[in-house]
């Protein structure tokens, strides 16, 4: 069965400390993992893509096959990342979306 | 490049009517899909489509109908509206290869 699971509701950190949002899924084949960012009634945007490698906003995750996880880690928050964020799992013709964790920066 | 356009942006129904959200895109994607946005459940997948002719049912699919008679255009039809179709629906298109482009989202109130 195709599965994300994000286990925090919320996460609250302070400005300048590091941030890790955790990502589990489940799924039997060769998965394509995203994360989206959902700042306060805004529409989803694309914020990572597994297989791009990319950096954005100083975010990195990195796809671990061994524990599948894929979790969302920035050294250093900034009081602008606060917004909600969603791991999503490619399978072959739909994606899903995990329940999200809200992430609160605090001054 | 308008993007994934989402017509209307707010509605209020009554139990029992019926209506259609409107999702439009203009990049040429395949894919396109449905999800409702409700507090603590996150995005839940209503349907998608592969491509111009072809649906499929999502997780929750019950009380929506959908259609794809063209590339561009993947209308969410509410046949009977009730209150637990009280939600954020959201529109997003993709290409086979690529992340989801989300539309702006129908903020749907069923009284």
């Known amino acids: 069965a195709q599965r994300v699971t994000q286990p925090e509701k919320l996460l609250s950190v302070f400005k300048g400390a590091p941030v890790e949002l955790k990502c589990n899924y489940s799924?039997?084949?060769?998965?394509?993992l995203f994360w989206y960012v959902q700042y306060s009634r805004q529409r989803l945007q694309l914020l990572l893509r597994?297989?791009s490698r990319e950096s954005i906003k100083g975010f990195t995750a990195d796809l671990n096959k061994g524990e599948t996880s894929f979790h969302l880690k920035k050294p250093f928050a900034q009081e602008e990342d606060s917004a909600m964020y969603y791991c999503a799992l490619s399978g072959l013709d739909k994606i899903i979306f995990g329940k999200g964790t809200r992430l609160h920066i605090l001054p | 490049n308008a993007g994934v356009t989402q017509t209307p942006k707010f509605q209020v129904l009554k139990t029992g009517q019926s209506m259609t959200l409107q999702c439009a895109q203009d990049?040429?994607?395949?894919?396109m899909s449905w999800y409702r946005q409700d507090p603590g459940m996150g995005l839940r997948l209503i349907h998608y489509?592969?491509?111009?002719?072809?649906?499929d049912q999502g997780e929750v699919p019950n009380g929506y109908n959908v259609s794809r008679s063209t590339t561009e255009d993947f209308p969410l039809r509410l046949l009977s509206a009730a209150p637990s179709q009280t939600s954020v629906y959201f529109c997003?298109?993709?290409?086979?290869?690529?992340?989801?482009?989300f539309g702006s989202g129908t903020r749907l109130t069923v009284v």
């Open positions: 489509s592969v491509g111009a002719g072809i649906t």
């Open positions: 990049m040429n994607h395949e894919y």
């Open positions: 799924y039997s084949g060769s998965p394509e």
């Open positions: 997003a298109s993709r290409r086979r290869d690529s992340g989801y482009t």
């Open positions: 597994h297989i």
